[in-house]
């Protein structure tokens, strides 16, 4: 691992984005005092997670953002971001590269981000913890934390070994054992006093379940008596229903007959008049039909006389065109046949013209060949070959010196071939033992890797299950503190119902003395169960009367209310069973409303209740609608008369007489809510303690598979460090050989570049030599074409000279021919375009004159049809009068014969609905009695349903054989049995079972605890083991590099580490002492200041001997040193620097030249500090000097 960048951005004085690339080795940064350089060491300190504001020589955090300069404005916010190189995976993640960044706003607020993703800080400390950048370790050294070493308490200073042994992840894990252990102290005294208060309930509620059990199997056999006698009523109703059935069906056939012919008739008049209607409209549409057609008849004879005038002129001019068309066309051919004779002769006379010309040019171009200009070419020609010969006799002495250098270099090269062997045989020997190196390396390094993979894995693995033992175990004791909580809550709702917390004073004291005053049975709200979705409509509706008591008669009753009256304790209102009657809506009133939109049910009929306290019940909530909202409420008030009250489920309440009752409620709890919560918490509980189990059985086997994972972590460490020392052994080796290497392949470099320089010149002498080849035998082919082209020219000299006289008598008869040929010639275009022109001025006259011949016949034939259309016209209107008059002859006496038969037709229908209503009211008086049977019927089907949720069918199956009057005897002897028990607590019966579970849950639960208590003790004294063996281990390891050490620092001396309690190694200081070179062995207060620095760095370079730590980063440690130490501290330095990345801040410049890299830090803009580059081979030369 290693630190490959530093991005700063307004962090202190560097308020613009800095980025520092860091590479293997020591790297340096360099500047003047007050240039912002130990700004660079307190980013990294602050970005792995220092919060000490005062480390960062702060009064507060927000001191660290840039506060700006005389020309900058302060900044709002400072960043810091670190990327490391994890290619060996050292630090706990799968990333081969790891970024932490962190941010701070001047208000105060912090970011932190793991590879760009939002993290917590504990989590960057967690990642660095026991990686030697922990907040503890002696990696990041400055001036003041030297003093700080020397000047702190021994029992302050063991922090640095316990950095460098691994065990701080122990000791937070160790801290976090003791807070759940604390935690699981006070949830096992929680579930002791939850165990001491259920002892104390589990007999009573075993007696009161006995109690109860006997009470409902008198009350089975009671329900089962009712529900016979319910069957037997039942069928004698359904028996007398079927007789008023059968009387219904006769007297609705009667209506349906009734109401059929009344239809009959009025259909018929509805018809009649329609008829009649029809009549009218018919004659007064053929009346102005009639009219229409006469007015017609007249317009059609005037258009038939003015087209016959009009035809007759048409027909005149027609003719005359006819005949001027006819004289244009023979005209017309006579000329095209002139045309075509002339075209004849022009096409003739074109090609005799050509010839002639053709003649001409060429006794023209046959004399335009010039004697002087075949001479010059003559003259020229003579020149080139001369030229040629010059040519080839210098390319023939060229070739032959060409032959001699390829000979030279020939030689040359030979000698190379030989030294460039010998340097290829040791490259092969060097390389193959650089090979043998590599091979080691990988071997070693996948070793290594195989083994960090392990390591990841086991500790990935142990990391994710222990965070998973927390969490669960965190989840268990929350969920357990949870449900203590809901039980809290569930045994005050439970101490509220037995005192009555919430009724009147006198409710109250009639209910608390309810076994002394016999015959009270319970509050209304005790014995309704009401779903949870309509308690605010029933809170609402009900109101008071949820405090009303029901009592078994009268005289309970007037034992209550003598008993107020003694005590002086308040009023109640009392609810006699004996006399209290049911109340419920009527089948119309049902009918009306059950498939209207909004309406939910009656109020008896949502809600659950015992059988035997029906009858109050349904006397309170028989005749009370639900609806789901106050519009539909208003709908079902108006279609049931404002007769009920209705009530929606926000408690909005339309009363009787449309009087309303609404608007907004504080919420509260109610009586009815109460109860809902009571059971709604009931069975929260119940599954808690199920998903408490659960956790339980998990949490111990993550226990199990956490120890096992740290066991096989130990061995994988300790491997690594066995495979990291011999990698760096191997590396020495390796670059030792690549050294030999570098200077092998430099030599090879050398020849290879002298052997490259002789192949050029070969291969340029080659192409030359060829090149010189070529070009002789272009010279040699030209001379021959020259001498040809000379001996052409020649001839051709001579013959010209021969022709010249004949060929320019020929070419002056030519002229004179052609000239007369031309003129011909124009005088025939003339003529044959002045005939053209004929042709196109006849061809037009033509065209127009056919155009009118044509218009004229298309209206002539237009003008024929129309004169036949308007006769048929004429023809056609005369009759359709005829047939008018005698249609509106025929309709007026239709409409006579129509008033008479539909005056008969009334008669008939006024009859017909008189008796419609004499069956009508038949009808309504069978249906009223046929409601009256259907009302007693469904209110006994109802009980049933109710009462016992059961159907006609199965309880008439499950009926008893025996008569009505044996069947009611037996009902009145058990219901005196069950008065006899008196107040009965049924739900004791599910009381005693869960408090009994809940009980023997709490026993088992109370010793889990105690097991848990007993394993994070053992667990805390393990990892006290842990520690002290690996604090001891490596104290010892670092005391001994620190005895060895020292002298090789100080240049002789001793020192020592000691423990402070030697015994006790969890909390055991450290003593350090020390023995400069001629004085006496002393502690660290009296050493003078460079002593004690260049102690620290000794005991800095005695850990890093123990344990390397991938980064080290040294702020002026060695400022107070002379130059013969700061040269051992600059030795000490490139010793370590394989294993230990090291980035100095220093201006000594001992120390610089040991240096590998150089940054400077510079103030170039005040209040800002800027990364300057620095050569450093200036430096280590100044230094030299």
């Not at 003259?379 to 000979?407: G, K, M, P, S």
């Not at 956490?706 to 990291?724: F, H, K, P, R, W």
Request: proline share 2%; net charge neutral.
């Amino acid at each position: 691992m290693q630190l490959k960048t530093l991005e700063i951005n307004g962090f202190k004085s560097f308020a613009d984005k800095t980025v520092i690339q860091f590479d293997h080795g020591i790297t340096g940064i360099v500047g003047p005092n007050g240039s912002g350089k130990s700004n660079i060491t307190e980013a990294i300190r602050w970005a792995l997670g220092e919060q000490s504001a005062k480390s960062l020589r702060g009064g507060k955090m927000p001191d660290i953002i840039f506060a700006g300069s005389s020309e900058r404005k302060p900044l709002n916010r400072a960043e810091v971001t670190l990327t490391f190189d994890n290619s060996d995976h050292q630090l706990k993640s799968d990333y081969d590269e790891v970024s932490v960044t962190r941010i701070l706003y001047r208000d105060g607020t912090s970011a932190f981000y793991l590879n760009q993703k939002s993290c917590r800080l504990k989590d960057i400390v967690n990642l660095f913890m026991d990686s030697g950048l922990g907040r503890e370790s002696f990696s990041i050294i400055s001036q003041g934390k030297i003093a700080a070493i020397f000047n702190s308490k021994p029992e302050d200073r063991r922090g640095i070994i316990e950095e460098a042994a691994g065990v701080v992840k122990y000791k937070q894990r160790k801290k976090e054992a003791d807070s759940q252990l604390s935690a699981t102290a006070d949830n096992l005294h929680r579930v002791s006093d939850i165990i001491a208060e259920l002892a104390q309930q589990v007999e009573p509620l075993k007696e009161q379940s006995s109690l109860a059990k006997d009470y409902l199997q008198q009350k089975k056999q009671l329900d089962q008596i009712t529900k016979t006698l319910l069957v037997r009523q039942i069928e004698s109703r359904a028996a007398a229903k079927k007789e008023q059935q059968q009387a219904l069906k006769t007297a609705q056939e009667n209506v349906i007959l009734a109401r059929r012919n009344q239809t009959d008739f009025q259909t018929k008049v509805t018809a009649q008049k329609e008829q009649q209607q029809k009549n009218t409209q018919r004659l007064d549409i053929l009346q102005q039909d009639q009219l229409r057609i006469t007015k017609q008849q007249a317009e059609l004879s005037g258009q038939a006389e003015l087209a016959g005038e009009r035809r007759r002129v048409a027909q005149d001019k027609l003719a005359d065109l006819t005949a001027e068309l006819k004289t244009q066309q023979q005209q017309l051919a006579e000329l095209q046949q002139v045309l075509t004779t002339e075209k004849t002769a022009l096409q003739q006379a074109d090609a005799d013209l050509k010839q002639k010309q053709q003649l001409v040019q060429n006794y023209t171009q046959a004399q335009q060949v010039d004697e002087a200009t075949i001479k010059r070419k003559v003259e020229a020609l003579r020149q080139q070959y001369i030229d040629q010969l010059q040519q080839q006799t210098t390319l023939h002495n060229e070739a032959a010196y060409l032959a001699r250098e390829q000979q030279q270099t020939k030689v040359r090269d030979e000698k190379q071939q030989a030294e460039q062997a010998a340097l290829a045989q040791q490259t092969a020997e060097l390389a193959a033992q650089v090979k043998k190196a590599e091979k080691t390396a990988t071997q070693l390094k996948k070793q290594r890797t195989q083994q960090q993979q392990q390591q990841q894995q086991l500790t990935t693995q142990v990391q994710h299950d222990q965070q998973q033992y927390d969490q669960q175990q965190q989840q268990w004791y929350q969920a357990l503190a949870i449900m203590q909580k809901v039980e809290a809550k569930q045994a005050s709702l439970a101490e509220m119902k037995e005192d009555y917390s919430g009724f009147y004073a006198g409710v109250r004291s009639i209910l608390q003395h309810k076994t002394q005053l016999t015959g009270v049975i319970g509050a209304v709200a005790e014995l309704l169960t009401v779903p949870a979705k309509y308690n605010q409509a029933l809170e609402a509706i009900l109101g008071g009367q949820l405090q009303a008591v029901v009592v078994s008669d009268e005289a309970a009753g007037k034992r209550s209310i003598n008993y107020l009256k003694q005590q002086h304790i308040g009023r109640a209102t009392f609810l006699p069973l004996s006399v209290m009657q049911p109340q419920q809506l009527n089948s119309n009133q049902m009918q009306q409303i059950a498939q209207q939109p909004g309406f939910i049910g009656v109020a008896a009929d949502l809600v659950k209740f015992a059988p035997e306290h029906a009858n109050v019940m349904r006397h309170l909530l028989g005749r009370i609608v639900i609806a789901t909202d106050l519009t539909a409420a208003i709908k079902l008030a108006a279609l049931l008369q404002h007769r009920v009250r209705i009530v929606t489920l926000e408690g909005d309440i339309l009363n009787p007489g449309g009087a309303m009752t609404g608007g907004g409620r504080t919420k509260q709890n109610g009586l009815l809510a109460r109860e809902q919560e009571q059971r709604d918490l009931t069975a929260q509980l119940a599954k808690m303690k199920q998903q408490l189990a659960t956790k339980e059985q998990a949490l111990q086997a993550l226990k199990a598979q956490i120890e096992a994972a740290n066991q096989q972590l130990s061995t994988t460490d300790e491997q690594l460090q066995q495979l990291a020392r011999q990698e760096l052994e191997n590396q020495a080796i390796l670059k030792d050989l690549t050294r030999q290497q570098a200077q092998l392949v430099r030599q090879q470099q050398a020849v290879a570049y002298t052997s490259q320089q002789q192949n050029d010149a070969t291969a340029d002498q080659q192409q030359k030599y060829l090149a010189n080849q070529q070009q002789a035998k272009k010279v040699a082919a030209t001379i021959e074409q020259i001498q040809a082209d000379l001996a052409a020219q020649q001839a051709a000299l001579a013959s010209w000279q021969e022709n010249q006289a004949a060929t320019a008598s020929q070419r002056q008869q030519a002229q004179t021919d052609l000239a007369v040929a031309q003129e011909q010639q124009k005088q025939r275009q003339q003529t044959n375009r002045e005939h053209v022109e004929q042709q196109s001025i006849l061809q037009a006259a033509m065209v127009r004159n056919q155009q009118q011949c044509d218009q004229l016949t298309q209206r002539l034939n237009t003008q024929t049809k129309d004169h036949a259309s308007n006769a048929a016209d004429l023809k056609r209107a005369a009759e359709q009068l005829a047939q008018i008059d005698v249609q509106i002859k025929t309709v007026k006496e239709q409409r006579e014969v129509l008033a008479a038969t539909l005056q008969q037709q009334e008669q008939q229908l006024a009859h017909a609905q008189a008796v419609y209503q004499q069956q009508t009211a038949a009808q309504q008086r069978i249906e009223a009695t046929l409601a009256s049977l259907n009302d007693s019927l469904n209110h006994a089907l109802t009980q049933l349903e109710s009462d016992y949720n059961l159907s006609f069918e199965a309880a008439k199956q499950a009926a008893l054989p025996t008569d009505v009057a044996e069947l009611q005897q037996q009902q009145k002897l058990l219901k005196l049995g069950l008065a006899d028990l008196g107040e009965v607590n049924i739900g004791a019966i599910a009381e005693y079972e869960r408090v009994s579970q809940r009980y023997e849950f709490l026993l088992a639960q109370r010793e889990d605890l105690l097991s848990a208590r007993e394993q994070l003790t053992t667990t805390m004294t393990e990892m006290d083991q842990e520690v002290s063996q690996r604090f001891k281990a490596t104290f010892e390891a670092t005391a001994k590099a620190f005895a060895t050490i020292f002298p090789q620092m100080f240049g002789g001396g001793q020192a020592s580490l000691s423990l402070t309690d030697p015994a006790n190694l969890l909390t055991t200081g450290i003593e350090i002492t020390a023995q400069p070179p001629g004085k006496k062995l002393q502690q660290l207060s009296l050493l003078s200041g460079g002593e004690r620095a260049l102690t620290a760095i000794t005991l800095l370079f005695a850990i890093i001997h123990v344990r390397p730590v991938p980064l080290c980063i040294l702020d002026e440690v060695e400022a107070a040193l002379d130059e013969a130490n700061v040269e051992r501290f600059g030795r000490f330095l490139q010793r370590y620097d394989q294993q230990t990345q090291f980035v100095v801040i220093t201006h000594r410049k001992g120390t610089m030249m040991a240096m590998d890299v150089l940054f400077g830090v510079a103030m170039q803009e005040s209040g800002v500090s800027h990364m300057v580059s620095v050569a450093l081979e200036d430096v280590k030369t100044e230094a030299h000097a």
